[in-house]
Each structure stands twice: as structure tokens, then as C-alpha cells.
């Protein structure tokens, strides 16, 4: 939120300035790349290098959803992985302009929330609570939604977002 309050009041989308602004953005495994995706549908990537978002990316359809975060998008700097991308608006003049987005590497991310508890046999699964689909994953018995694992308690605890843990074995 900040870099984008920043590259907002620098009132322009010159990729030297957005690079300055981008260039602050700490990677790590799970969150490990930044970009901005402009109202014209350019993206502006960290290194200060502007691609067509044809095909990626549609700045109208991502700015109507405001600050959110997309499942399962190609990555704008590695065309053979899969990412989510997550939004913040950029406003220049109280307009949105552009959006500033990151991409989480859902891989790493499975890896590195690893829950050490039950001597590191313990696992778990990130899901979109409206679908079902598996967003995060480190458990081997899931693969792509919830309903696999054939638990109604726990399918309709997850797709209504209540609080709270539940322990069950899973086969595998």
C-alpha cells in the first residue's frame, strides 16, 4: 500500500520512476514479484521494462474488484508458472490510475506456512471460501477443491468462514 501511495504521488508512470518505487519492494520465497499494471494495460515490471498486458491482464476488469487478490494467473515474469496476483489500487488526482500487484508463489508459500506441529506431519490447504478451489496446498490428499475430501462439516464450516481448527486424518 505504500508503494503504491508512492508511485501514485509521483503523478506519473515513467518506468525510471516506477522502477525507483518498485525497487524498494523486499522479495521473498512466497511474495517474489512486483509489478504495475497501468490503465492503458501496460505492465511496468520491477526491472523498469514495460509489456503489453494482452492476454495477462485487463486493468478495467482487476480495478472494478478495487484491492483483492486473483487465483491462478500465468506469471508477468515467468510465462510458464502460475501465480496469484494480489492488487492495490494506485490513485493519481483521487482517480485509479493504475494497480500495483504482486505474485505469490503459491509452491513456496505451501512450504513455507509448513506447520512444524505433529513432528512436521501436519498439513494444510488455503481455499477460496466461495468455490472450494484449493489455493495453497500442501496436503498430497487434495488437489484442486475442497470437496475431495468428502467431510461436509468441514466443507460448510470452510465455505462460510468460521473460525476455529479441525483435526481429522485424510488417507495418504
Given at each position: ?6 508511485i501514485?504521488?509521483?503523478?506519473s508512470y ?19 514479484n ?17 509489456i ?6 485487463d ?7 478495487g484491492?483483492?487478490i486473483c ?18 489500487p494506485?490513485?493519481?488526482?483521487g482517480?485509479?490510475?493504475?494497480l ?24 494444510f ?13 500442501n ?6 477443491n ?9 466443507i460448510?464450516?470452510a ?11 485424510i488417507q495418504g
Open positions: 500500500r505504500i508503494i503504491a501511495k508512492v501514485g504521488n509521483s503523478g515513467d518506468p525510471k520512476s516506477v522502477q525507483a518505487g518498485l525497487s524498494v519492494f523486499e522479495t521473498n520465497p512466497i511474495s517474489n512486483i509489478a504495475v499494471l497501468t490503465s492503458d494495460n501496460t505492465i511496468i515490471r520491477v526491472d523498469g521494462s514495460v503489453s498486458a494482452e492476454g495477462l491482464m486493468f478495467e476488469s482487476e480495478a472494478q474488484h484491492e483483492h487465483e491462478f494467473e500465468e506469471s508477468v515474469y515467468f510465462p510458464d508458472k502460475t501465480v496469484i496476483h494480489g492488487f492495490i494506485i490513485e493519481m488526482d482517480k485509479v490510475t493504475g500495483l500487484f504482486n505474485e505469490f508463489n503459491t509452491e513456496s508459500a505451501a512450504k513455507q506456512w509448513a506447520p512444524e506441529m505433529y513432528d512436521g506431519d501436519a498439513r490447504t488455503i481455499i477460496n471460501r466461495e468455490t472450494g478451489d484449493v489455493l495453497i496446498n496436503c498430497e490428499a487434495l488437489s484442486k475442497i470437496t475431495e475430501i468428502h467431510n461436509e462439516h468441514l460448510t464450516e465455505k462460510a468462514g468460521h473460525t476455529g481448527y479441525m483435526a481429522f486424518p
